[in-house]
């Protein structure tokens, strides 16, 4: 490098271009899937009611928990360790981590289509359903993860775009029938429209084959990232089955049409979560003494801008409420204080988690996710034992900030760690 011709740069300047043009294109893409999803919910709580939108809130929180053990398994270990390597080793890496994925949503759905059946009645019924389209919904996800591994996040959002194109028609027809289960195929059925396509941006092929191979090569991450994964949407699972015991299926509805109000901002809060992780590493490989200021400037705007987007729903009319959420939009309107601080507390510790992952420091992760994941379990059903919904959702909003707290001590710790002994973990195959 030089400073005295004036005739080479610092590359500074296009380093920082490009980590801007990997979140843009992050942030494009999660709008598109928010969107996408925010579109549903939106429908199917004015097309159902409250009683119904529970149902489907149920369905959409286990589809959640199974996402989850799919990124822990097949794409989280990928985004660790294949994030900026040359494209030959991307491509086996994602045909086996797409493989993985498809293999889980083949098991888990047929776990779902058979407890439905047995289960029977509209919440049956709508899990049944959900276990046919879980494995074109989790091949679509590990596309998303995949083109951001390799840097191309133009194409995930080209991708989560054909989802959204394709969910329209499907959105009408199920809009005609009336149903919980209409509406779970056809935001399931439209996915798996977007999971071919994105076969054919990739020009790879889920290797289904290679799935023992890889989650017996990546087992050291996959098994913690696992635990930790369900933990997470596994404490949201027990929170809205306890919540729907406690208070009734109406209240998991009130809570999902708060957390809907959040929509937009979630979608960036979700959309930086998919880059962030690999941008974290990248950080970590070429100035390792930067990745705790990376990380806390991500956690502390994510926050801020969560109190900023709470702050304006407390301004919106009831009028315009209702015409977006409908008859949800009284019950749920009243929750926008305690819900957008439970959004900022994730928020601040997503920058936490991470600076973790991109360490590779999969216990601190894991121990950090176990202790957030009680926390909100024991907050939210706590709150709604002593004050019903409202109380669940103030539970949870305090546990949140403290689950923070914990995953911020953990990345002070490995952080230290790292700097005393730096055990750099780069594959290239």
Not at 79 to 105: Q, Y
Not at 223 to 240: D, I, K
Request: net charge positive; glycine share 16%.
């Amino acid at each position: 490098m030089s400073t005295g011709s004036g005739r080479t740069r610092p590359p500074g300047g296009s380093t920082r271009r490009a980590v801007a043009g990997r979140l843009s294109w992050g942030l494009a893409d999660q709008a598109a899937s928010s969107m996408t999803n925010f579109a549903v919910g939106i429908y199917v709580a004015r097309s159902l009611g409250l009683t119904a939108f529970g149902v489907f809130s149920l369905a959409w929180v286990t589809y959640g928990v199974v996402l989850n053990v799919s990124r822990g398994l097949a794409t989280d270990p990928l985004m660790v360790r294949f994030s900026g390597v040359p494209e030959a080793s991307w491509r086996g890496a994602a045909a086996r981590s797409a493989g993985t994925a498809l293999g889980a949503g083949a098991a888990l759905g047929a776990v779902s289509l058979v407890a439905g059946l047995a289960f029977g009645g509209r919440v049956g019924t709508a899990f049944a359903c959900l276990g046919v389209v879980l494995p074109g919904l989790l091949l679509q996800d590990a596309w998303r993860f995949a083109f951001f591994a390799a840097g191309a996040g133009r194409k995930a959002f080209l991708n989560d775009l054909v989802w959204g194109v394709a969910l329209v028609p499907a959105l009408v027809v199920a809009g005609r029938v009336g149903t919980v289960a209409a509406f779970v195929l056809a935001w399931g059925g439209s996915a798996a429209v977007a999971a071919a396509y994105g076969c054919f941006q990739s020009g790879v092929r889920p290797h289904l084959a290679g799935a023992r191979a890889w989650l017996r090569d990546h087992r050291d991450l996959g098994s913690r990232y696992l635990v930790e994964n369900v933990s997470n949407s596994g404490a949201s699972q027990l929170r809205a089955y306890g919540l729907g015991a406690i208070v009734g299926v109406g209240a998991v509805g009130v809570i999902r049409g708060a957390e809907l109000l959040l929509g937009p901002f979630l979608a960036v809060l979700m959309g930086l979560s998919l880059v962030t992780v690999a941008e974290a590493a990248r950080v970590l490989r070429r100035a390792p003494h930067r990745l705790g200021p990376f990380c806390l400037v991500l956690g502390g705007g994510q926050a801020a801008a969560a109190l900023l987007w709470g702050g304006a729903l407390l301004l919106v009319p009831d009028r315009a409420g209702e015409l977006v959420l409908g008859g949800v939009w009284g019950a749920a309107s009243d929750l926008v204080v305690p819900v957008t601080l439970g959004v900022a507390g994730a928020g601040l510790g997503t920058g936490a988690a991470a600076g973790l992952r991109a360490l590779g420091a999969a216990r601190r992760s894991l121990r950090s996710q176990l202790i957030a994941s009680a926390c909100y379990v024991g907050g939210g059903l706590g709150g709604a034992a002593l004050a019903g919904t409202a109380g669940s959702a103030w539970g949870v909003a305090a546990a949140t900030v403290c689950g923070s707290a914990v995953w911020w001590l953990h990345l002070r710790s490995a952080l230290r760690e790292h700097h005393q002994n730096p055990l750099p973990e780069v594959r290239t195959s």
